[in-house]
């Protein structure tokens, strides 16, 4: 299984982002999706997560308002949809899979730059 994040940037505090993390396998609609994110100096931490089906998500307190994640199963796709975005959000910004093809343990993208900044 592949993973391919894009979308990340230079925003200004306020301003908006959305990240895209394509999957290979053809089993895609079986995995659970997570967004993670590494600032520097500090341990990766998890963002936000949606199930297979995309029935369910859960955030992070901090993203919780701000962040929307989502999928389109027939894309192979993740999003992440960043608002209002503040230069605490700066971190490299990862997807995982677990499930399906992906198994217990899963796998990660290579990651995503998304910095904060005025």
């Known amino acids: 299984v592949q993973l391919v994040e894009s979308g990340g940037g230079l925003v200004q505090p306020g301003g908006s982002l959305r990240l895209s993390c394509a999957a290979s396998g053809s089993t895609f609609s079986n995995y659970v999706m997570s967004w993670y994110r590494q600032a520097p100096g500090k341990e990766r931490e998890l963002v936000a997560t949606i199930t297979s089906a995309g029935g369910s998500t859960n955030y992070a307190d901090s993203v919780k308002g701000r962040f929307t994640i989502s999928r389109d199963n027939a894309k192979n796709t993740v999003y992440l949809q960043m608002n209002s975005l503040r230069p605490e959000d700066t971190a490299v910004y990862y997807c995982?899979?677990?499930?399906?093809?992906?198994?217990?343990?899963?796998?990660w993208g290579q990651g995503t730059q998304v910095t904060v900044s005025s």
């Open positions: 995982r899979c677990r499930g399906g093809s992906c198994g217990i343990y899963g796998y």
